[in-house]
């Protein structure tokens, strides 16, 4: 992945919020409610992303599988493969 487009991604993950992610699920025709949004958002900020670092992203998704919801967890990475092509 080019550096900066990384850093952008990486910029990008570490400040979203729970709206945010509502919109950009809704857009993808996968809606969360904000509960689920806010679920997110708690287990992202618990540490630093780094996109780039597969072991964390897949760490952060069995994550969100355990605390938040398993159809939640499966939204998150389809939102992942849709900017896959960036990573």
């Keep these: 992945m080019n550096s900066i487009m990384?850093?952008?991604v990486n910029q990008k993950v570490?400040?979203?919020?729970a709206g945010e992610l509502m919109q950009l699920s809704s857009q993808y025709q996968n809606p969360l409610t904000k509960e689920q949004a806010e679920g997110v958002i708690n287990v992202l900020r618990e540490e630093q992303i780094d996109v780039g670092n597969a072991d964390q992203v897949n760490k952060?998704?069995?994550k969100l599988q355990t605390e938040v919801?398993?159809?939640v967890s499966s939204i998150v990475t389809q939102l992942l493969q849709q900017f896959?092509?960036?990573l």
């Design 6 to 8: 990384q850093q952008l």
């Design 14 to 17: 570490n400040s979203l919020t």
């Design 60 to 62: 952060i998704i069995q």
């Design 69 to 71: 919801d398993p159809h």
């Design 84 to 86: 896959g092509h960036f």
